[in-house]
Protein backbone atom coordinates (compact mmCIF):
# COMPACT_ATOMS: atom_id res chain seq x y z
CA UNK A 1 0.00 0.00 0.00
CA UNK A 2 1.25 3.86 0.11
CA UNK A 3 3.25 5.38 2.13
CA UNK A 4 3.90 8.75 2.76
CA UNK A 5 7.08 10.21 4.65
CA UNK A 6 6.81 13.92 6.21
CA UNK A 7 9.65 16.19 6.76
CA UNK A 8 10.33 18.05 9.48
CA UNK A 9 8.41 16.39 12.26
CA UNK A 10 8.91 19.99 14.10
CA UNK A 11 9.40 23.53 12.27
CA UNK A 12 9.82 27.10 13.92
CA UNK A 13 10.10 30.37 12.31
CA UNK A 14 10.26 33.86 13.28
CA UNK A 15 7.16 35.87 11.68
CA UNK A 16 7.81 36.87 8.49
CA UNK A 17 10.25 33.87 7.26
CA UNK A 18 9.00 31.53 4.55
CA UNK A 19 8.54 27.64 6.00
CA UNK A 20 9.15 24.38 3.97
CA UNK A 21 7.36 21.58 4.50
CA UNK A 22 8.27 18.35 2.62
CA UNK A 23 6.50 14.60 1.78
CA UNK A 24 7.33 11.79 0.11
CA UNK A 25 5.19 9.10 -1.38
CA UNK A 26 5.46 5.60 -2.56
CA UNK A 27 2.97 4.39 -4.95
CA UNK A 28 3.05 6.09 -8.50
CA UNK A 29 -0.65 5.42 -8.96
CA UNK A 30 -0.93 8.46 -6.61
CA UNK A 31 -2.24 11.67 -8.20
CA UNK A 32 -3.91 13.44 -6.27
CA UNK A 33 -1.69 15.40 -3.05
CA UNK A 34 -4.05 17.56 -0.57
CA UNK A 35 -2.66 19.43 2.76
CA UNK A 36 -4.20 19.77 5.86
CA UNK A 37 -3.80 22.42 8.49
CA UNK A 38 -4.97 21.56 12.00
CA UNK A 39 -5.01 24.03 15.14
CA UNK A 40 -4.99 22.61 18.07
CA UNK A 41 -8.13 20.72 19.76
CA UNK A 42 -10.06 21.08 16.09
CA UNK A 43 -10.50 19.45 12.95
CA UNK A 44 -7.96 19.35 9.96
CA UNK A 45 -9.23 21.45 7.20
CA UNK A 46 -7.68 21.55 3.68
CA UNK A 47 -5.50 24.53 2.56
CA UNK A 48 -4.78 23.45 -0.81
CA UNK A 49 -4.17 20.29 -2.83
CA UNK A 50 -2.26 19.55 -6.31
CA UNK A 51 -2.82 16.91 -8.98
CA UNK A 52 -0.20 14.93 -11.03
CA UNK A 53 -1.07 16.96 -14.23
CA UNK A 54 0.35 20.31 -12.46
CA UNK A 55 3.36 20.71 -11.13
CA UNK A 56 2.91 23.35 -8.94
CA UNK A 57 -0.39 25.34 -7.06
CA UNK A 58 -0.46 29.16 -5.37
CA UNK A 59 -2.97 30.63 -3.13
CA UNK A 60 -2.07 33.76 -2.03
CA UNK A 61 0.81 32.75 0.30
CA UNK A 62 0.71 29.38 -0.16
CA UNK A 63 2.44 26.97 -2.83
CA UNK A 64 2.42 23.46 -3.60
CA UNK A 65 5.03 21.54 -6.15
CA UNK A 66 4.81 18.45 -7.00
CA UNK A 67 7.33 16.25 -8.90
CA UNK A 68 6.36 12.99 -10.07
CA UNK A 69 9.32 11.58 -11.01
CA UNK A 70 11.15 11.48 -7.52
CA UNK A 71 7.77 11.22 -5.74
CA UNK A 72 7.89 14.27 -3.28
CA UNK A 73 6.03 16.84 -2.87
CA UNK A 74 6.30 19.93 -0.84
CA UNK A 75 3.95 22.84 1.02
CA UNK A 76 5.51 26.37 0.94
CA UNK A 77 4.53 29.44 3.15
CA UNK A 78 6.05 32.93 2.55
CA UNK A 79 5.91 35.55 5.13
CA UNK A 80 4.51 33.66 8.26
CA UNK A 81 2.52 34.94 10.85
CA UNK A 82 1.60 33.67 14.44
CA UNK A 83 -1.92 32.04 12.99
CA UNK A 84 -0.29 30.46 10.43
CA UNK A 85 1.12 27.96 13.87
CA UNK A 86 -0.59 24.50 13.67
CA UNK A 87 0.21 20.89 12.51
CA UNK A 88 0.10 20.42 8.62
CA UNK A 89 -0.25 16.79 7.16
CA UNK A 90 0.33 16.12 3.59
CA UNK A 91 -1.62 13.18 2.13
CA UNK A 92 -1.13 11.40 -0.99
CA UNK A 93 -4.65 9.39 -2.95
CA UNK A 94 -5.41 7.56 -6.04
CA UNK A 95 -8.31 9.67 -7.78
CA UNK A 96 -11.28 6.93 -7.57
CA UNK A 97 -14.28 7.17 -6.22
CA UNK A 98 -12.87 5.61 -3.25
CA UNK A 99 -10.51 7.92 -3.16
CA UNK A 100 -8.99 7.03 0.59
CA UNK A 101 -6.26 9.18 1.43
CA UNK A 102 -2.73 8.40 3.27
CA UNK A 103 -1.34 10.70 5.44
CA UNK A 104 2.00 11.98 6.98
CA UNK A 105 2.81 12.23 10.40
CA UNK A 106 1.84 15.69 10.24
CA UNK A 107 4.87 19.28 10.97
CA UNK A 108 4.32 21.07 14.31
CA UNK A 109 4.93 25.13 12.75
CA UNK A 110 5.20 27.56 15.44
CA UNK A 111 5.68 30.70 14.31
CA UNK A 112 7.17 33.26 16.54
CA UNK A 113 6.12 36.44 16.83
CA UNK B 1 -25.62 24.67 6.51
CA UNK B 2 -23.47 21.55 5.07
CA UNK B 3 -21.12 19.61 6.95
CA UNK B 4 -20.46 16.88 9.54
CA UNK B 5 -21.11 16.50 12.61
CA UNK B 6 -19.86 14.15 15.52
CA UNK B 7 -21.02 13.07 18.32
CA UNK B 8 -20.35 12.79 21.06
CA UNK B 9 -17.41 15.40 21.39
CA UNK B 10 -15.93 13.43 24.98
CA UNK B 11 -16.77 9.72 25.49
CA UNK B 12 -15.59 7.20 28.06
CA UNK B 13 -15.19 3.92 27.85
CA UNK B 14 -15.36 1.38 31.05
CA UNK B 15 -12.82 -1.97 30.27
CA UNK B 16 -14.63 -4.45 27.99
CA UNK B 17 -17.38 -2.12 27.14
CA UNK B 18 -18.73 -1.61 23.32
CA UNK B 19 -19.25 2.18 22.37
CA UNK B 20 -20.38 3.46 19.30
CA UNK B 21 -19.38 7.19 17.78
CA UNK B 22 -21.95 8.87 15.19
CA UNK B 23 -21.37 10.81 12.49
CA UNK B 24 -23.53 12.31 10.28
CA UNK B 25 -23.25 14.68 7.07
CA UNK B 26 -25.37 16.63 4.51
CA UNK B 27 -23.06 17.12 2.21
CA UNK B 28 -24.24 14.57 0.05
CA UNK B 29 -21.20 12.70 -0.11
CA UNK B 30 -21.14 9.32 -1.70
CA UNK B 31 -17.66 8.18 0.24
CA UNK B 32 -17.44 8.77 3.99
CA UNK B 33 -14.29 7.44 6.05
CA UNK B 34 -13.12 7.05 10.07
CA UNK B 35 -9.62 7.92 10.84
CA UNK B 36 -7.91 7.49 14.11
CA UNK B 37 -5.55 10.17 15.27
CA UNK B 38 -2.87 9.54 18.03
CA UNK B 39 -0.52 12.41 19.51
CA UNK B 40 2.14 13.08 17.84
CA UNK B 41 1.22 10.81 14.75
CA UNK B 42 -0.29 11.14 11.30
CA UNK B 43 -4.19 9.90 11.06
CA UNK B 44 -4.76 6.23 10.39
CA UNK B 45 -7.42 4.49 8.37
CA UNK B 46 -10.21 2.29 10.35
CA UNK B 47 -12.97 1.85 7.86
CA UNK B 48 -14.33 3.32 5.20
CA UNK B 49 -17.57 3.49 2.50
CA UNK B 50 -18.34 4.09 -0.85
CA UNK B 51 -21.54 3.79 -0.82
CA UNK B 52 -24.54 2.32 1.38
CA UNK B 53 -24.54 -0.63 2.55
CA UNK B 54 -21.19 -1.25 1.50
CA UNK B 55 -17.86 -0.68 3.74
CA UNK B 56 -14.11 -1.82 3.40
CA UNK B 57 -11.90 -2.41 6.26
CA UNK B 58 -8.30 0.37 6.33
CA UNK B 59 -5.10 -0.87 7.67
CA UNK B 60 -6.17 -0.77 11.40
CA UNK B 61 -9.56 -2.27 11.57
CA UNK B 62 -9.11 -4.98 14.04
CA UNK B 63 -11.37 -4.39 17.38
CA UNK B 64 -14.25 -2.25 15.39
CA UNK B 65 -16.62 -2.47 13.45
CA UNK B 66 -19.14 0.27 11.05
CA UNK B 67 -22.12 0.19 9.28
CA UNK B 68 -23.87 2.06 6.43
CA UNK B 69 -27.66 2.03 6.09
CA UNK B 70 -27.91 5.12 5.35
CA UNK B 71 -26.33 7.46 3.04
CA UNK B 72 -26.13 10.05 5.57
CA UNK B 73 -24.50 8.13 8.43
CA UNK B 74 -21.37 6.09 9.40
CA UNK B 75 -21.18 5.29 12.87
CA UNK B 76 -18.08 3.36 14.42
CA UNK B 77 -18.15 0.72 16.89
CA UNK B 78 -15.50 0.49 19.26
CA UNK B 79 -15.29 -3.11 20.66
CA UNK B 80 -13.81 -4.84 23.51
CA UNK B 81 -11.29 -6.72 21.36
CA UNK B 82 -9.58 -3.24 20.98
CA UNK B 83 -7.09 -3.12 23.39
CA UNK B 84 -5.74 -0.01 22.88
CA UNK B 85 -8.70 2.46 22.18
CA UNK B 86 -7.66 5.95 23.47
CA UNK B 87 -7.29 8.20 20.90
CA UNK B 88 -9.22 10.86 19.05
CA UNK B 89 -11.47 9.58 16.38
CA UNK B 90 -12.46 11.73 12.94
CA UNK B 91 -14.98 10.86 10.32
CA UNK B 92 -14.73 12.06 6.91
CA UNK B 93 -16.36 12.86 4.14
CA UNK B 94 -15.61 13.56 0.39
CA UNK B 95 -17.34 13.71 -2.79
CA UNK B 96 -16.33 12.59 -6.43
CA UNK B 97 -17.62 14.52 -9.43
CA UNK B 98 -16.68 14.31 -12.95
CA UNK B 99 -14.16 11.26 -12.34
CA UNK B 100 -12.61 13.74 -9.92
CA UNK B 101 -12.07 13.32 -6.35
CA UNK B 102 -11.71 15.86 -3.65
CA UNK B 103 -10.19 16.60 -0.61
CA UNK B 104 -12.15 15.24 2.89
CA UNK B 105 -14.57 17.32 5.09
CA UNK B 106 -13.99 16.25 8.75
CA UNK B 107 -16.00 16.07 11.18
CA UNK B 108 -14.76 17.83 14.71
CA UNK B 109 -13.90 14.33 16.17
CA UNK B 110 -14.72 12.23 19.27
CA UNK B 111 -12.17 11.80 22.25
CA UNK B 112 -12.55 8.59 23.33
CA UNK B 113 -10.82 7.83 27.08
CA UNK B 114 -11.09 4.19 28.63
CA UNK B 115 -11.61 5.03 32.10
Known amino acids: GENVEQHPSTLSVQEGDSAVIKCTYS??????FPWYKQELGKRPQLIID?????GEKKDQRIAVTLNKTAKHFSLHITETQPEDSAVYFC????????????FGDGTTLTVKP | DGGITQSPKYLFRKEGQNVTLSCEQN?????MYWYRQDPGQGLRLIYY???????QKGDIAEGYSVSREKKESFPLTVTSAQKNPTAFYLC??????????????FGSGTRLTVV
Open chain 2, 92 to 105: ASRTFMDGVNYGYT
Open chain 1, 27 to 32: DSASNY
Open chain 1, 50 to 54: IRSNV
Open chain 1, 91 to 102: AASINTNAGKST
Open chain 2, 27 to 31: LNHDA
Open chain 2, 49 to 55: SQIVNDF
